[in-house]
């Protein structure tokens, strides 16, 4: 179920912020599935991806690039990344405000690597 409330837990952000720009900023994933697991949030409040400004994408970007470059700085375990977005309930979204998972992978962590997000699907990772 998508939290409902008039409150949004990413407006009202009390945690640390790992890097912020104009438009964005970076929070270690609150339930993370690895170590590093990060979410880079748009300030503007807007629950659609596709509703996100060229300037919100720009300064998206930026951050995913600088978080990026830290992880890998403090852990050279990881060796790539996925990154993902959960948009609309049915696509598994929770909170109805835009944000990006930035998750670090490590040689290993799972069986099989190909395929990626594709697992999403049962069945669908593997061609």
């Known amino acids: 179920m998508p939290i409902e409330t008039t409150a949004c837990i990413f407006c009202e952000m009390d ?9 964005a ?16 949030i ?12 060229s300037k919100e994408l720009a300064a998206v970007h930026e951050l995913i690039l600088i978080t990026k470059n830290q992880l890998t ?3 050279p375990s990881i060796l790539g990344f996925n ?5 609309g309930i049915d696509a598994g979204q929770t909170v109805m405000h835009c944000h990006i998972h930035l998750i670090p992978r490590r040689k290993g962590d799972v069986a099989e690597p190909r395929g ?10 593997f061609y």
């Open 15 to 23: 945690r640390l912020k790992l890097a912020e720009n104009e438009a």
């Open 25 to 40: 900023f970076v929070i270690e994933d609150k339930f993370p599935v690895v170590v590093g697991h990060c979410l880079i």
């Open 42 to 53: 748009p300030k503007r409040h807007f629950a659609n991806y596709f509703e996100i400004t």
């Open 73 to 75: 700085e403090h852990d």
């Open 83 to 87: 990154i993902g977005i959960n948009q």
């Open 116 to 125: 990626g997000i594709r697992h999403l699907i049962p069945g669908k990772g």
